[in-house]
C-alpha cells in the first residue's frame, strides 16, 4: 500500500484535502469517483525525508516542459487539453505538481498568466509579459514560442559564461592545492637546514619557515579556509554583493567588454521578443532593462526609457544615454522607421551575441596563459628557495 496526498471536491463543491493510503493513484481516483466526489489533485504522499533529499528542479527542464506546451498549442490542441496532458506526464516532481496546478486553475476558469502565476515555477518575468500579450491578442502559442526561445538564449548565454570560467577556476584551484601540498609536506622535510644557522640566503629562510608554519598550523589554516569558503558562500548569495562584483568585472579591460555586450544582446533579444509578441514599447523597455546584470548599463537604458516617454525616439534616446554602439544606433533608427523594429533588434542581438563570443575567447586567451604563468612563478619561488637552503649548506660543508 502507498500512500497518497488528495484534493477532492465533495457533493457540496467544498474542497477537502487529506492523505489515504492506497494500492495505485487509479485506485484511489476510482474509490473517490464511485463516491460521487470530484477528484482535483492525487499524487504521492512525499515524506519529510523525501523532501530534503529530492534533486532541484533544472531549469533546463522546465524550459522542456514550455518547449512541448508550445508545440502542443501551435498543433491545434486547445490549452486546457495541453496542460492536462502535461499534468501526466513523466516530469520532475516540481513541475509535475506546478501542472497539476495549472490544470486545475484552468479548470477553474482562470487564465494560462494566472496558473503560471500560481504554480510557483521559477519563471523570468518577461514570460509573464509575453504570455499576456499572447491571450490578449488571441496569438498564445506564437507568443509562449517567443517566450521559451529567449529562455533557450539565456541558458546558452549562461552556459557560456560558465564554460568559460571552468577551466581557469580548475587550474587556480590545482595550482593553490600543489602550493599548499609542497608547503605542507615536501618543504618540512628541509626544515633541518635551519637548525642553528643564520646565513642562510633570505629567500631560502623564508621558504622553510613557511613551510613549517604551514606545517606546525595544519589545522588551523583549514579551519581558516573552510570559514572563509563560507563567508564567501554566504555574501554570493547577496544580491547586492553579486551585483559589486559583476560591477567590478565589467570595469576590467578585455572581461568588461565581453560581459557588456552579453548584456546588450540579452537586451535587444528580450525587446525583439516582447515586441514581436505586441507588448507596449515602455513595457518592454522596463521590463528588458531590468534583466540588464551591469548596473551602469542597466540605469542607462531606465534613463533611455524615460527619455522615449518623454518623447524621443528609441534611437535617439539610446544615443543620447550612449547606451549602444553607432551600429545598433542605426539598427534601431532603420527599425523605426521601416516598421521592423523587432527585427532590427533580433539582427543587433546577433551582432552583439557575436562580438561577446568574440571577446570571451579573447579574455580566455590572456586569462589562461596568466594563471600558468602565475602558478608556475609561485612553485619556481619555492623550489628555488629550497635548492638555495641545499646549495649553501653544502657551500660551507666544502
Request: hydrophobic share 45%; proline share 2%; no cysteine.
Amino acid at each position: 500500500m502507498q500512500e497518497y496526498d488528495y484534493e477532492i471536491a465533495d457533493q457540496d463543491g467544498q474542497i477537502v484535502t487529506g492523505q489515504m493510503q492506497a494500492e495505485s493513484s487509479k485506485a484511489l481516483i476510482q474509490q473517490f469517483t464511485q463516491s460521487g466526489k470530484t477528484v482535483i489533485q492525487v499524487q504521492e504522499h512525499q515524506s519529510a525525508t523525501q523532501s530534503v533529499f529530492r534533486r532541484k528542479l533544472k531549469k533546463q527542464e522546465v524550459v522542456v516542459a514550455l518547449h512541448e506546451l508550445a508545440t502542443l498549442l501551435e498543433s491545434g490542441v486547445s490549452l486546457s487539453a495541453a496542460i492536462d496532458a502535461q499534468s501526466r506526464g513523466s516530469y520532475h516532481p516540481e513541475l509535475s505538481d506546478a501542472f497539476v496546478s495549472m490544470s486545475r486553475d484552468l479548470t477553474r476558469g482562470e487564465s494560462l498568466l494566472v496558473a503560471l502565476r500560481n504554480s510557483k515555477l521559477a519563471l523570468p518575468d518577461y514570460l509573464f509579459n509575453l504570455i499576456e500579450a499572447g491571450e490578449l491578442s488571441g496569438q498564445l502559442a506564437n507568443s509562449l514560442r517567443e517566450a521559451v526561445a529567449q529562455m533557450e538564449y539565456d541558458q546558452r548565454v549562461a552556459g557560456d559564461f560558465k564554460n568559460a570560467l571552468t577551466y581557469p577556476a580548475i587550474l587556480v584551484s590545482t595550482g593553490i592545492a600543489a602550493v599548499l601540498m609542497i608547503f605542507i609536506f615536501v618543504v618540512p622535510k628541509f626544515s633541518n637546514l635551519l637548525d642553528g644557522r643564520n646565513d642562510l640566503p633570505w629567500l631560502a629562510e623564508t621558504v622553510l619557515r613557511t613551510g613549517m608554519w604551514f606545517n606546525d598550523n595544519t589545522w588551523l589554516l583549514s579551519g581558516a579556509v573552510i570559514v572563509l569558503v563560507a563567508i564567501g558562500m554566504q555574501l554570493l548569495r547577496q544580491a547586492e554583493v553579486r551585483q559589486k562584483i559583476l560591477d567590478a568585472m565589467a570595469r576590467l579591460p578585455v572581461v568588461g567588454a565581453w560581459l557588456t555586450e552579453a548584456d546588450t544582446a540579452k537586451w535587444a533579444s528580450v525587446m525583439a521578443a516582447m515586441l514581436s509578441s505586441r507588448v507596449e514599447l515602455m513595457d518592454s523597455l522596463a521590463l528588458a532593462a531590468k534583466g540588464v546584470r551591469i548596473g551602469s548599463r542597466r540605469r542607462r537604458l531606465e534613463a533611455s526609457a524615460n527619455d522615449v516617454r518623454s518623447g524621443s525616439s528609441l534611437a535617439e534616446a539610446l544615443e543620447k544615454q550612449s547606451a549602444l554602439s553607432a551600429t545598433g544606433y542605426n539598427l534601431i533608427r532603420v527599425g523605426e522607421q521601416s516598421g521592423q523594429l523587432a527585427a532590427m533588434l533580433r539582427s543587433l542581438a546577433k551582432l552583439y551575441d557575436e562580438n561577446s563570443t568574440r571577446r570571451m575567447k579573447q579574455a580566455l586567451t590572456i586569462l589562461e596563459p596568466l594563471a600558468v604563468l602565475l602558478i608556475g612563478a609561485v612553485l619556481g619561488v619555492i623550489m628555488v628557495g629550497i635548492i638555495l637552503a641545499i646549495t649553501s649548506v653544502n657551500d660551507v660543508s666544502l
